[in-house]
């Protein structure tokens, strides 16, 4: 199974600054990686799949890139509604994996 | 639009058995590979279960391997779990989520559905 790891585990940041999230991955998942954000009491939402592509109706703040086992999500000039929990997820390896977690939280 | 009702959640003994539903419309379900994805309270995300899109090949997480079943009715547009012999560590809010395309990617999911499994 392959393990991803985020970090930082929370980032506290005010709106309008940029959030830098990590996931790493214990071997190699190409570029086989989404990153989804997760509300409190909603669905999860994905942002990005296969590294760098935005899904349907993101918007351009969020992105991502990387490769093998490094990988980043940015997000520029946060909005209040981008404070949520994101993870990232792999599709390199059955089964599926999900990372911990990064809490992106208002300063 | 996409939407996706979970249901059948509750609470359940240790060794008891409980079966969820997920009802899907706003897409052609019968085209789309579909997944059980869980998280416990005060955790992450867990992938457990996924199924073709027609049903022919399924695969677990190895801690529900042989418990629970994945199962699918294109012609009621339903995805089902059947969960046996829960235990305590399967407590948690139980999604099931659509692929993306042909990607094992989740690009819509249903509200969530609590599972606890307690005596």
């Known amino acids: 199974e392959i393990v991803l790891t985020q970090s930082p585990v929370t980032l506290s940041l005010s709106p309008g600054e940029r959030a830098t999230l990590s996931c790493r991955a214990s071997q190699s998942v190409r570029t086989f990686l989404a990153w989804y954000q997760h509300q409190p009491g909603q669905a999860p939402r994905l942002l990005i799949y296969d590294a760098s592509n935005r899904a349907t109706g993101i918007p351009a703040r969020f992105s991502g890139s990387g490769s093998g086992t490094d990988f980043t999500l940015t997000i520029n000039s946060l909005e209040p509604e981008d404070f949520a929990v994101y993870y990232c997820q792999q599709r390199s390896n059955w089964a599926l994996t999900f990372g911990g977690g990064t809490k992106v939280e208002i300063k | ?119």
């Open chain 2, 1 to 119: 639009q996409v939407q996706l009702v979970e249901s059948g959640g509750g609470v359940v003994q240790p060794g008891r058995s409980l079966r969820l539903s997920c009802a899907a419309s706003g897409f052609i379900f019968s085209n789309y590979g579909m997944h059980w994805v869980r998280q416990a309270p005060g955790k992450g995300l867990e992938w457990v279960a996924v199924i073709s899109y027609d049903g022919s090949n399924q695969d677990y997480r190895d801690s529900v391997k042989g418990r629970f079943t994945i199962s699918r009715d294109n012609s009621k547009n339903t995805l089902y779990l059947q969960m046996n012999s829960l235990r305590p560590d399967d407590t948690a809010v139980y999604y099931c989520a659509k692929e993306k395309g042909v990607l094992p990617y989740f690009d819509s999911w249903g509200q969530g559905n609590l599972v606890t499994v307690s005596s």
